[in-house]
């Protein structure tokens, strides 16, 4: 089955321990994305790659690092996590840069730093 | 710069009536259009997408939107809710240059049976 894979779920830290959400596609995909969603605020894009070893800031990469040394896993690294990093987050992929065509979300990583 | 315009924050219907959620955007160049809904503890699924061609688009669950070029606006459709249409709706517009997707703030539709 295609899909997007994240983990965890659920986490809840504290702030400054380093943690590391990742992502896996199945789809041989070239695009992968990193967003938050937040109340109010929509989807905002963090980071996404084009392809393996190429990685680009989206609107709120602050705070957040990126990998992408295999094209199916893109992980997301907070090094020094802050509470403003409560969010629920979301890793896409896409099949050749996300014009003309559709995004594969996953389901969801629900991250609370206390 | 690129954005993306939801007003309505919630939107309440009873089953069976019909459904309009609106969508404003802002793009400089002919724009990507795309309508993602959001199930309780789910991620997005694509409901439709707008490249160019026919302004009516079609899309899946009875869905459809049109684009106006002339109002910037993408509003989406449906004629009949059903209670299982009840979810949060992200509309988006697709930016070319840097690949990057903007999206609304969503609106949440709660169906009344």
């Known amino acids: 089955e295609a899909q997007v894979t994240q983990n965890p779920r659920y986490l809840i830290t504290v702030t400054g321990k380093k943690l590391t959400v990742t992502c896996s596609q199945n789809?041989?995909?070239?695009?992968m994305s990193w967003y938050r969603q937040d109340p109010g605020l929509g989807l905002r894009q963090i980071y996404y790659s084009m392809n393996v070893e190429v990685t680009d800031k989206g609107d709120v990469p602050e705070g957040y690092k990126v990998s992408r040394k295999e094209k199916r896993n893109f992980p997301l690294i907070l090094e020094s996590p802050s509470p403003n990093q409560t969010s629920l987050y979301f890793c896409a992929s896409s099949s050749r840069g996300l014009i003309g065509e559709k995004l594969f979300f996953g389901s969801g990583t629900q991250l609370s730093v206390l | 710069a690129q954005s993306v315009t939801q007003p309505d924050i919630h939107i309440t219907v009873s089953e069976g009536a019909s459904l309009e959620l609106r969508c404003n955007y802002s793009y400089g160049a002919t724009p990507y259009l795309f309508w993602y809904v959001q199930s309780p503890g789910q991620g997005l699924q694509l409901l439709l997408k707008y490249f160019s061609g026919d302004t009516l688009v079609q899309g899946i669950k009875g869905f459809e939107a049109e684009f106006k070029r002339s109002q910037s606006s993408f509003n989406l459709r449906k004629p009949s809710v059903h209670w299982s249409d009840a979810a949060e709706y992200f509309c988006a517009v697709g930016a070319f240059a840097g690949n990057q997707f903007y999206f609304g703030t969503g609106t949440s539709l709660t169906v009344i049976p």
């Open positions: 789809m041989n995909h070239e695009y």
